[in-house]
């Protein structure tokens, strides 16, 4: 319903129209939308971990970056909402904040298995590039060629990885 509709477009009623369920159950089990949104987040991070988790103990950066874009385009909803503020008015609790940090915890400590100088600098420009690039291909504001949209985003990828996967830069 997000993703058709968009933020605007949800409420507790809309909601529960959609899932034909009541408002009462949607305040019991969630506390309302924020915590349906809360659920989404949260939800979202256990999924793209099973998705990066097992590159990172393969020890497998580049391949790591791939599922990350893998898992953006087939989970744009949870993605946007994980990343990009899909709904403006909702903050995550403390608690969500800290599930999103162990997700990162997890990259930190696959490039500081690489032997990076500064790990959390080097996980962050990991990060930044390619959240970058899924960001701007989800929005649609890079070429609609869905080839060099992946092209572009293997260069990306490779020259965030230079020196933390064993190679020059030029993905595998």
């Known amino acids: 319903m997000l993703k058709r509709d968009g933020a605007a477009a949800l409420t507790v009623r ?25 659920a989404i987040l949260l939800d979202g991070f256990e999924s793209f971990d099973r998705a990066l988790l097992p590159c990172y103990r393969a020890d497998d950066l580049l391949g790591a970056g791939r599922a990350y874009r893998r898992w953006a385009l087939d989970n744009p909803t949870h993605y946007l909402v994980m990343f990009g503020r899909a709904v403006p008015d909702f903050v995550p609790s403390a608690e969500a904040v800290a599930r999103g940090h162990r997700s990162f915890d997890a990259l930190i400590d696959a490039v500081a298995r690489h032997g990076a100088v500064d790990p959390l600098a080097a996980a962050y420009n990991l990060y930044a590039t390619v959240h970058g690039h899924v960001m701007l291909e989800l929005v649609g504001m890079g070429p609609v060629d869905a080839g060099e949209l992946e092209r572009l985003y293997e260069a990306g990828l490779a020259a965030a990885t230079i020196g933390l996967d064993g190679s020059s830069g030029k993905a595998r």
């Open 14 to 38: 809309a909601i529960t129209d959609e899932a034909g369920c009541s408002t009462t159950g949607i305040y019991t089990h969630f506390g309302g939308k924020h915590g349906v949104i809360e």
